[in-house]
């Protein structure tokens, strides 16, 4: 990997000379906070509900599922995949913050579908190391959705399963299809 890869186009443009994209955001930060106002909530999320899915930059996960701020915990990664730091931060969101409900959220066209395991094997031959974690690569999004549901229904961290819910959201028309589990 290099850190000198080119901008895409119009986002050198888009930003002032001299600054980063980083600078681009803290100055929109700083706007953000002037009209800002504290809403006066605990950590709790209203809706009791964690949503994990992909980090893919085309899902607006609060526009998508029509949520406010302080609704629910969102967990994001590479592929919405249900790792053992999700189920860390699934454990905790349930056991310490009282959501009762999950959602699992994968799309279509994830960069995961384009991947499969030998992306650890380049890694190693490339820094001499092998990661310890897995790629978590799959070609079909319906079965891996499914096994990040059976993944949470059978963790012994977790206090509620009974409503565990997986989809695959259309980057093209903005729907959300459920996966049956079975
Ligand atoms: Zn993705």
């Given at each position: 990997?290099?850190?000198?890869?080119?901008?895409?186009?119009?986002?050198?443009?888009?930003?002032?000379?001299?600054?980063?994209?980083?600078?681009?955001?803290?100055?929109?930060?700083s706007r953000y906070a002037a009209a800002f106002s504290d809403p006066g909530m605990d950590a709790r999320p209203v809706l009791k509900v964690a949503v994990v899915a992909c980090m893919d930059a085309r899902l607006d996960l609060h526009a998508a599922l029509g949520l406010e701020l302080g609704d629910c915990h969102t967990i994001r990664n590479a592929g919405g995949v249900v790792t053992d730091d999700v189920i860390r931060s699934l454990t905790i969101s349930q056991r310490a913050l009282g959501t009762?409900?999950?959602?699992?959220?994968?799309?279509?066209?994830?960069?995961?579908?384009?991947?499969?395991e030998d992306f650890r094997h380049e890694l190693e031959m490339e820094v001499g190391q092998r990661p310890a974690w897995a790629v978590e690569a799959f070609r079909d999004v319906e079965q891996d959705v499914r096994q990040s549901m059976q993944r949470v229904r059978t963790s012994p961290f977790l206090v509620e399963t009974g409503d565990v819910r997986g989809f695959v959201f259309d980057v093209r028309t903005g729907l959300l299809r459920e996966i049956d589990p079975a």
């Open positions: 990997m290099t850190t000198s890869a080119p901008l895409p186009s119009g986002t050198e443009a888009a930003m002032s000379a001299g600054s980063t994209v980083t600078d681009r955001l803290v100055g929109a930060n009762r409900s999950v959602v699992l959220i994968h799309h279509t066209g994830c960069g995961l579908e384009s991947l499969t």
